[in-house]
C-alpha cells in the first residue's frame, strides 16, 4: 500500500506540469490519441503492468526523441479494467470517439476475452483492434473479421510451432509417430484455443494428443500432475497463464517429469513465470513471438533515452527491463507505430482516423532491413499483413530458462499453414454464416 | 430471525407509500419515465448505451434479488450464476432453438432461469439463513463450471463466448442501433418493474415479508412457507435470468462466463445492500450509485490530477470506498440510500407545509 501512496503524493506533485504539458502538445492539432485498456489491479497485473510499462515507454521513446510519428506525437490515456471485458466495454465506448478532436486510430486490447467483447463494436465503428499473439484464431482471415489483428501468430499457430519445435527435438516429423504429447490447458478459452489443431496434427503426424484441464487458478495440481504422470508423456505442452504456470512446473518436477520436456506456450514463459518455480524451471521452454532479453539494438535506444533519463513506466527497471511482457509491449507499440507510418504515406502526415489506421495495417510490409532499422532483428519477425492475411508473421522461437535468463535456442519457427489455414478457413466461413456477415471484397 | 437478510419489523412503506405522499410520489415517477425516455434524444450515444442503460439492467437484477432477499428474507450469492443461465438459455434458443425474435427469446429465457431458480430454491425448504447462502453459492460455481464444460452451450466454439446471431424485433436488428436496444431494454425494465411492484403489493408479496419476518410465525398463521419460498427463488430467478441476457446481449455485445461470476453475485448484492432492500426504487438507485461511481471517480481524476495518477491505484481506491461504504451502510442504515431520500424527502414536504 505505501508504494501507492508515494505514487498519489507523487502525482499530486506532478500534476501541474503535466496538464501544462499536455496542454501544449495538444494545442498543434498534432496528437493521435490512444486509448490502452490495462490492468493494473487484478489476478493478471503482474503481467500486465510490465506490459503497458513496454509499450508507454516505447511511445516516450517516439515522443520524445523522433519528435512523434512524423511530427504527430501519442497522447495516451489509460483506461483499468481489471482484465474484465464489461469494464472494456465501457473504457471502448468512452474512448472510440478519440479526445480533443484527435481521433482514435486503434484500440489495443491487452486481452483475448475484451476483443472478443468489442470484435462486433468496432467493426461497427470501423476501429481496429490490436491483440497480437492472442484474439480468436479465425480473424486472421481479414476478409470477414476486417477490424480485427491477431498479428504475430494466433492461437492455431501456436499448437503449430508447439508440434514443429517437438518435431525437431526429437529428430524429424518421422519419429512423433506413436510418441505421446500431454497438453495440461488453463480450462477457458485461452487454453482450449489450440485443440482444433492439436487434433489435426496428431491425424497428420500420427502422435498421441492428451489434453488435460486445470480449473483457474491452478495453485494446487497434484492430482492433475499424477494424471499426466500416468500418461508416461513423451512431451508435455503447458496452455497456463498466471500462477498455473510455476505451480505447474514445479509439481512436475515433484513426479519425476522432465521438464527439459516441457514446452509453454506464449503466455506461459516470462520471467515472473520461472522465478517461483525455482530449480525446477531449468531447462523448461517457451514458445516466444516475443523473446526476453535486452541485448536488442532497440533497448539500447530505450536505455538511454527513456530508462536513463527517468521517464520508464516500470517500477523497477533495474529488474523488468528486457523481461519478456515489456518487451511484448515495446513489440506491441511498435506494430502500431508502423501502421501509422504507412498509413501517412498514404493520407498525409496528421492524426488518422480508424479506417485509415485498417490500410496502413492492412499494407503493413516490416522486412529484415526495416527490422535491422528498428533495432528489432531477433525480437520482431519479418511480417507481411495483408487483408487477407491478419497474422502477417505466423512464426515464434523458442527460448530457454537457465535459472536466471532466457536463452534463445531456435530460430524462427514457421506454422504449418497447410494445416492451419483450413482450419482457420472454416471457422471463419461458421462466424459468417452465424453472424450473417459478407465477407469483404478485396481487389 | 430466520435468515441474514431478515428485517426485524415489517416496512410499510415499502408496501406502496399510502397517505398523502402518494400524488407526489406518481408525479415523480412519471417526470423520471419521461427522462428516461429522452435520454436518447438529449444525451450523446456514450450516456445512453454506457451509463443509463447498464444501470437500468443491473437494476433489473437488483429487483431479482431483491424480491428473493429484501421481501422473502432468503439471502442469496448466486444472481450471477442466474444471470448467466438467462444469457445461455437466449444464446441456446437462438442457435439451436431457432427462435430469434427477441422479447420472446428474452422471456423464454427468463422462464427458463426461473425453472433453474426453483431447482436450486428446493434446499430452503429444508435449511435456513446462512445455509441457503450456501446453496445458492454452489449455484453459482456449478454454472459457471457447466456453461465452459459442455461445448453445446457456445455452439462448440474454440473460445466459449457468445453473442447471438441477428435477432427481429418487427423487422428491426436489434444488434444495430443503440437507440432500438436502449428502447428496448426501457420497456422490458419498465413493465417487468411495474409486474413486480404489484405482485409486492399483492397477497404474495406480504406472503413473502411474514415469512421473512417470522418463519414460523407464517406457518401458523397459516402460510404455505415452501409454495411461497420457492415461488420467490423463481420468480428471483426469472427477474436474474432476463437481466443476464439484457446484460450480456444488449449492454455488452458478446459475453462468456466471466461476465457473470461471483463479483457479479457480489455487485448485485452491494446493489441492493447500498440502494434499500425491500425497497423497488432503491435497486436502480443502488445501481446507479455502484456502477456509476466508479466512472465519477475515474473522471474527476482525469480531469484534476491528470493522467499521472495510475489507473490501478484508482481502482483499489474503488474498492476501498465501496468497503467502507458496505460497512457503513450496513451499521447505519440497513435500508439504503432509498430511505435516506425518502426522509429527506419528508422533510422537505414537513418543511414546505410548515411555510405553508
Same mark, same amino acid.
Not at chain 1, 84 to 101: I, T
Not at chain 1, 273 to 280: F, H, R, T, Y
Given at each position: 500500500m505505501s508504494k501507492h501512496f508515494t505514487s498519489i503524493a507523487a502525482a499530486v506533485a506532478i500534476a501541474a506540469s503535466s496538464i501544462m504539458s499536455t496542454g501544449v502538445a495538444l494545442a498543434d492539432g498534432m496528437t493521435q490519441y490512444v486509448p490502452l485498456f490495462v490492468y493494473r489491479t487484478g489476478p493478471y497485473a503482474s503481467s500486465g503492468s510490465l506490459w503497458f510499462a513496454g509499450e508507454r515507454d516505447y511511445f516516450t521513446y517516439i515522443n520524445e526523441v523522433e519528435g512523434g510519428v512524423n511530427g504527430?506525437?501519442?497522447?495516451?490515456?489509460?483506461?483499468?479494467?481489471?482484465?474484465?471485458?464489461?469494464?472494456?466495454?465501457?473504457?471502448?465506448?468512452?474512448?472510440?470517439?478519440?479526445?480533443?478532436?484527435?481521433?482514435?486510430?486503434?484500440?489495443?486490447?491487452?486481452?483475448?476475452?475484451?476483443?472478443?467483447?468489442?470484435?462486433?463494436?468496432a467493426r461497427e465503428d470501423k476501429i481496429p483492434l490490436f491483440d497480437p499473439a492472442g484474439g480468436p484464431s479465425e480473424s486472421k482471415n481479414g476478409l470477414v473479421f476486417p477490424y480485427v489483428f491477431p498479428l504475430l501468430l494466433t492461437f492455431y499457430g501456436q499448437g503449430s510451432v508447439a508440434v514443429n519445435f517437438i518435431a525437431e527435438e526429437f529428430g524429424g516429423f518421422e519419429n512423433l509417430k506413436g510418441k505421446k504429447i500431454v497438453t495440461v490447458y488453463h480450462d477457458s478459452g485461452y487454453g482450449r484455443a489450440s485443440q482444433p489443431v492439436m487434433t489435426k496434427l496428431a491425424e497428420k503426424y500420427g502422435f498421441i494428443d492428451v489434453q488435460i484441464p486445470v480449473a483457474h487458478p491452478g495453485s494446487e495440481q497434484t492430482a492433475i500432475w499424477r494424471q499426466v504422470r500416468a500418461e508416461k508423456?513423451?512431451?508435455?505442452?503447458?496452455?497456463?497463464?498466471?500462477?498455473?504456470?510455476?505451480?505447474?512446473?514445479?509439481?512436475?518436477?515433484?513426479?519425476?517429469?522432465?521438464?527439459?520436456?516441457?514446452?509453454?506456450?506464449?503466455?506461459?514463459? !516470462?520471467?515472473?513465470?520461472?522465478?517461483? @518455480?525455482?530449480?525446477? /524451471?531449468?531447462? =523448461? &521452454?517457451?514458445i516466444a513471438p516475443y523473446p526476453g532479453g535486452s541485448d536488442f539494438d532497440v533497448h539500447a535506444k530505450l536505455k538511454e533515452h527513456v530508462i536513463?533519463?527517468?521517464? !520508464?513506466?516500470?517500477?523497477?527497471?533495474? @529488474?523488468?527491463?528486457? /523481461?519478456?511482457? =515489456? &518487451?511484448?509491449?515495446?513489440?506491441?507499440?511498435?506494430?502500431?507505430?508502423?501502421?501509422?507510418?504507412?498509413?501517412?504515406?498514404?493520407?498525409?502526415?496528421?492524426?488518422?482516423?480508424?479506417?485509415?489506421?485498417?490500410?496502413?495495417?492492412?499494407n503493413m510490409t516490416i522486412d529484415a532491413a526495416r527490422l535491422e532499422e528498428l533495432g528489432m532483428t531477433g525480437l520482431l519477425q519479418e511480417l507481411k499483413v495483408t487483408p487477407q492475411d491478419h497474422e502477417g508473421g505466423g512464426a515464434a522461437r523458442v527460448q530457454e530458462w537457465t535459472g536466471n535468463g532466457w536463452n534463445l535456442v531456435s530460430d524462427w519457427i514457421a506454422v504449418d499453414d497447410s494445416v492451419v489455414d483450413p482450419l482457420i478457413e472454416a471457422k471463419a466461413a461458421e462466424y459468417a454464416a452465424e453472424q450473417g456477415i459478407t465477407p469483404r471484397v478485396v481487389d | 430471525m430466520n435468515s441474514v437478510g431478515a428485517k426485524p419489523t415489517p416496512d410499510l412503506n415499502a408496501i406502496g407509500q399510502a397517505g398523502s405522499g402518494r400524488g407526489t410520489q406518481s408525479w415523480a415517477f412519471l417526470a423520471l419515465l419521461a427522462a428516461l425516455v429522452l435520454v436518447p434524444l438529449i444525451t450523446t450515444e456514450y450516456v445512453t448505451q454506457v451509463v443509463v442503460l447498464p444501470v437500468l439492467v443491473l437494476g433489473l437484477a437488483g429487483l431479482g434479488l431483491n424480491i428473493l432477499t429484501g421481501y422473502a428474507g432468503q439471502i442469496s450469492l448466486g444472481s450471477g450464476g442466474f444471470m448467466a443461465v438467462g444469457a445461455y438459455a437466449a444464446y441456446v434458443l437462438a442457435i439451436h432453438g431457432g427462435i430469434t425474435f427477441f422479447p420472446l427469446t428474452l422471456l423464454l429465457a427468463g422462464v427458463i432461469a426461473g425453472l433453474v431458480g426453483w431447482v436450486f430454491g428446493l434446499p430452503s425448504i429444508r435449511i435456513k439463513g446462512f445455509y441457503v447462502m450456501v446453496t445458492s453459492l454452489a449455484a453459482q460455481f456449478f454454472f459457471e463450471w457447466l456453461f465452459l464444460k459442455f461445448p453445446w452451450f457456445y455452439n462448440y466454439g474454440d473460445v466459449p463466448t457468445i453473442s447471438l446471431p441477428p435477432m427481429g424485433l418487427f423487422g428491426l436488428d436489434i444488434n444495430g442501433s443503440y437507440v432500438i436496444k436502449y428502447y428496448f431494454t426501457l420497456a422490458f425494465v419498465v413493465a417487468l418493474t411495474w409486474m413486480a411492484s404489484n405482485l409486492i403489493k399483492s397477497h404474495v408479496g406480504r406472503n413473502w415479508m411474514a415469512i421473512r419476518d417470522m418463519d414460523t410465525a407464517a406457518g401458523v398463521i397459516g402460510i404455505d412457507s415452501k409454495k411461497y419460498k420457492a415461488l420467490a427463488f423463481t420468480i428471483s430467478a426469472f427477474y436474474l435470468g432476463i437481466a443476464g441476457a439484457l446484460w450480456g446481449f444488449i449492454f455488452l455485445g458478446t459475453t462468456s462466463v466471466g461476465s457473470f461470476q461471483i463479483d457479479r453475485s457480489f455487485q448485485i448484492l452491494f446493489i441492493i445492500i447500498i440502494g434499500g432492500m425491500s425497497s423497488i426504487r432503491g435497486n436502480y438507485i443502488g445501481a446507479a450509485f455502484i456502477f456509476l461511481l466508479p466512472l465519477v471517480i475515474d473522471y474527476f481524476a482525469k480531469t484534476f490530477i491528470g493522467d499521472t495518477v495510475s489507473p490501478g491505484v484508482l481502482s483499489n481506491f474503488q474498492k476501498f470506498l465501496f468497503g467502507a461504504l458496505i460497512i457503513i451502510f450496513l451499521i447505519k442504515e440497513p435500508d439504503g440510500i432509498d430511505k435516506l431520500l425518502r426522509q429527506l424527502m419528508g422533510r422537505v414536504r414537513r418543511w414546505g407545509r410548515k411555510r405553508a
Amino acid at each position: 500500500m505505501s508504494k501507492h501512496f508515494t505514487s498519489i503524493a507523487a502525482a499530486v506533485a506532478i500534476a501541474a506540469s503535466s496538464i501544462m504539458s499536455t496542454g501544449v502538445a495538444l494545442a498543434d492539432g498534432m496528437t493521435q490519441y490512444v486509448p490502452l485498456f490495462v490492468y493494473r489491479t487484478g489476478p493478471y497485473a503482474s503481467s500486465g503492468s510490465l506490459w503497458f510499462a513496454g509499450e508507454r515507454d516505447y511511445f516516450t521513446y517516439i515522443n520524445e526523441v523522433e519528435g512523434g510519428v512524423n511530427g504527430v506525437k501519442f497522447a495516451i490515456e489509460e483506461f483499468e479494467t481489471e482484465y474484465n471485458p464489461d469494464r472494456a466495454v465501457e473504457a471502448y465506448e468512452r474512448s472510440k470517439g478519440g479526445k480533443d478532436g484527435s481521433p482514435t486510430a486503434f484500440i489495443m486490447t491487452h486481452s483475448t476475452p475484451a476483443t472478443y467483447a468489442l470484435m462486433d463494436r468496432a467493426r461497427e465503428d470501423k476501429i481496429p483492434l490490436f491483440d497480437p499473439a492472442g484474439g480468436p484464431s479465425e480473424s486472421k482471415n481479414g476478409l470477414v473479421f476486417p477490424y480485427v489483428f491477431p498479428l504475430l501468430l494466433t492461437f492455431y499457430g501456436q499448437g503449430s510451432v508447439a508440434v514443429n519445435f517437438i518435431a525437431e527435438e526429437f529428430g524429424g516429423f518421422e519419429n512423433l509417430k506413436g510418441k505421446k504429447i500431454v497438453t495440461v490447458y488453463h480450462d477457458s478459452g485461452y487454453g482450449r484455443a489450440s485443440q482444433p489443431v492439436m487434433t489435426k496434427l496428431a491425424e497428420k503426424y500420427g502422435f498421441i494428443d492428451v489434453q488435460i484441464p486445470v480449473a483457474h487458478p491452478g495453485s494446487e495440481q497434484t492430482a492433475i500432475w499424477r494424471q499426466v504422470r500416468a500418461e508416461k508423456p513423451d512431451y508435455v505442452v503447458l496452455r497456463t497463464w498466471g500462477v498455473m504456470t510455476p505451480v505447474g512446473i514445479k509439481t512436475a518436477k515433484r513426479f519425476g517429469i522432465d521438464t527439459t520436456r516441457m514446452l509453454g506456450d506464449v503466455w506461459a514463459g !516470462s520471467r515472473a513465470d520461472m522465478i517461483p @518455480a525455482g530449480d525446477a /524451471a531449468i531447462g =523448461y &521452454n517457451a514458445i516466444a513471438p516475443y523473446p526476453g532479453g535486452s541485448d536488442f539494438d532497440v533497448h539500447a535506444k530505450l536505455k538511454e533515452h527513456v530508462i536513463d533519463k527517468g521517464l !520508464s513506466n516500470l517500477e523497477n527497471s533495474d @529488474a523488468d527491463f528486457g /523481461a519478456v511482457f =515489456y &518487451n511484448v509491449g515495446v513489440v506491441n507499440a511498435a506494430l502500431a507505430v508502423e501502421g501509422m507510418r504507412i498509413a501517412m504515406e498514404k493520407f498525409g502526415n496528421r492524426p488518422l482516423t480508424g479506417e485509415e489506421m485498417l490500410w496502413g495495417l492492412e499494407n503493413m510490409t516490416i522486412d529484415a532491413a526495416r527490422l535491422e532499422e528498428l533495432g528489432m532483428t531477433g525480437l520482431l519477425q519479418e511480417l507481411k499483413v495483408t487483408p487477407q492475411d491478419h497474422e502477417g508473421g505466423g512464426a515464434a522461437r523458442v527460448q530457454e530458462w537457465t535459472g536466471n535468463g532466457w536463452n534463445l535456442v531456435s530460430d524462427w519457427i514457421a506454422v504449418d499453414d497447410s494445416v492451419v489455414d483450413p482450419l482457420i478457413e472454416a471457422k471463419a466461413a461458421e462466424y459468417a454464416a452465424e453472424q450473417g456477415i459478407t465477407p469483404r471484397v478485396v481487389d | 430471525m430466520n435468515s441474514v437478510g431478515a428485517k426485524p419489523t415489517p416496512d410499510l412503506n415499502a408496501i406502496g407509500q399510502a397517505g398523502s405522499g402518494r400524488g407526489t410520489q406518481s408525479w415523480a415517477f412519471l417526470a423520471l419515465l419521461a427522462a428516461l425516455v429522452l435520454v436518447p434524444l438529449i444525451t450523446t450515444e456514450y450516456v445512453t448505451q454506457v451509463v443509463v442503460l447498464p444501470v437500468l439492467v443491473l437494476g433489473l437484477a437488483g429487483l431479482g434479488l431483491n424480491i428473493l432477499t429484501g421481501y422473502a428474507g432468503q439471502i442469496s450469492l448466486g444472481s450471477g450464476g442466474f444471470m448467466a443461465v438467462g444469457a445461455y438459455a437466449a444464446y441456446v434458443l437462438a442457435i439451436h432453438g431457432g427462435i430469434t425474435f427477441f422479447p420472446l427469446t428474452l422471456l423464454l429465457a427468463g422462464v427458463i432461469a426461473g425453472l433453474v431458480g426453483w431447482v436450486f430454491g428446493l434446499p430452503s425448504i429444508r435449511i435456513k439463513g446462512f445455509y441457503v447462502m450456501v446453496t445458492s453459492l454452489a449455484a453459482q460455481f456449478f454454472f459457471e463450471w457447466l456453461f465452459l464444460k459442455f461445448p453445446w452451450f457456445y455452439n462448440y466454439g474454440d473460445v466459449p463466448t457468445i453473442s447471438l446471431p441477428p435477432m427481429g424485433l418487427f423487422g428491426l436488428d436489434i444488434n444495430g442501433s443503440y437507440v432500438i436496444k436502449y428502447y428496448f431494454t426501457l420497456a422490458f425494465v419498465v413493465a417487468l418493474t411495474w409486474m413486480a411492484s404489484n405482485l409486492i403489493k399483492s397477497h404474495v408479496g406480504r406472503n413473502w415479508m411474514a415469512i421473512r419476518d417470522m418463519d414460523t410465525a407464517a406457518g401458523v398463521i397459516g402460510i404455505d412457507s415452501k409454495k411461497y419460498k420457492a415461488l420467490a427463488f423463481t420468480i428471483s430467478a426469472f427477474y436474474l435470468g432476463i437481466a443476464g441476457a439484457l446484460w450480456g446481449f444488449i449492454f455488452l455485445g458478446t459475453t462468456s462466463v466471466g461476465s457473470f461470476q461471483i463479483d457479479r453475485s457480489f455487485q448485485i448484492l452491494f446493489i441492493i445492500i447500498i440502494g434499500g432492500m425491500s425497497s423497488i426504487r432503491g435497486n436502480y438507485i443502488g445501481a446507479a450509485f455502484i456502477f456509476l461511481l466508479p466512472l465519477v471517480i475515474d473522471y474527476f481524476a482525469k480531469t484534476f490530477i491528470g493522467d499521472t495518477v495510475s489507473p490501478g491505484v484508482l481502482s483499489n481506491f474503488q474498492k476501498f470506498l465501496f468497503g467502507a461504504l458496505i460497512i457503513i451502510f450496513l451499521i447505519k442504515e440497513p435500508d439504503g440510500i432509498d430511505k435516506l431520500l425518502r426522509q429527506l424527502m419528508g422533510r422537505v414536504r414537513r418543511w414546505g407545509r410548515k411555510r405553508a
